[in-house]
């Protein structure tokens, strides 16, 4: 630095001082000079009491996802400094460590580079669900089922009726009613919903296993029997004939002993 440019600015600084009804500034420019010198001595100084490090990180393919760079605080010139991970310096936001990342030493006004092996983060499975009850027009609840999905996406997951849930076993949805079947959920988020049925005429009563003589739902003129006599009537027609045939036997016995005691 020369002495002309830091004369110079004491001259600015003495001339201000006077302007603003200050007392002129004494200093002299070879102090000034050498204060100067001494903030540049300073600044190198530092320099050289530092440890650095410079990280990369890094895929398993070798492509290059972040960098860093990273300094100790000041360091007598014969100590070192480790710098670790955590620590010193973090990984880049979405990347996880793959393994284990070694804490690195370097010396003091030396400057090392290390490379940081890393993996895309997973991504959260996320769930959209929907909660269906169902009741009748009276507001009695007869039935509830979720319907829930991890599809991922922009916008509305559709749940729909027949597909991803399905009715309450006999029953139906209401007439007369105007009521939405495809339910529509934003993506990741929870939903409840309610569709009013009533009872499906059509569907006959099971019967009742405690109750044989209850009408079969297939043959309602019938009741209801064990399925060891349900044989369409096939062993009661064979032992009929066994008995038919039993009896013409016994007749012709008799009539053998009639003949014979006659005779």
Request: proline content about 5%; glycine content about 8%; hydrophobic content about 35%.
């Amino acid at each position: 630095m020369k002495k002309r440019f830091v004369a110079k600015q004491v001259g600015v600084l003495s001339l201000t001082a006077v302007l603003a009804g200050m007392p002129a500034v004494n200093v002299l420019a070879e102090d000034v000079y050498q204060e100067k010198v001494g903030e540049v001595q300073t600044e190198a100084e530092k320099a050289l009491l530092r440890a650095a490090l410079n990280v990369s990180f890094v895929t398993e393919y070798g492509e290059n996802v972040g960098n860093t760079y990273v300094e100790s605080d000041l360091l007598w010139p014969w100590d070192s400094y480790t710098f670790k991970l955590g620590t010193d310096y973090n990984l880049p936001e979405g990347w996880e460590l793959v393994g284990t990342a070694e804490d690195k030493t370097v010396k003091c006004g030396e400057t090392a580079s290390v490379e940081i092996l890393v993996k895309p983060v997973a991504a959260e499975t996320v769930t959209t669900r929907a909660t269906i009850n169902f009741k009748t027009i009276y507001g009695e609840e007869v039935g509830k089922t979720v319907a829930e999905t991890t599809a991922t996406g922009e916008g509305d997951w559709t749940f729909m009726l027949g597909t991803d849930y399905q009715l309450p076993e006999g029953w139906q949805l209401a007439a007369g009613v105007d009521q939405v079947t495809n339910i529509q959920v934003p993506f990741g988020a929870t939903a409840g919903h309610t569709m009013i049925v009533e009872k499906n005429t059509e569907t006959p009563d099971k019967p009742d296993p405690e109750n044989p003589e209850k009408p079969n739902p297939e043959n309602p003129e019938k009741p209801n029997q064990d399925n060891t006599n349900n044989d369409d009537g096939k062993t009661q027609d064979k032992d009929k004939r066994q008995r038919i045939k039993l009896k013409h036997q016994k007749q012709v016995m008799i009539f053998k002993r009639q003949v014979h005691f006659q005779s």
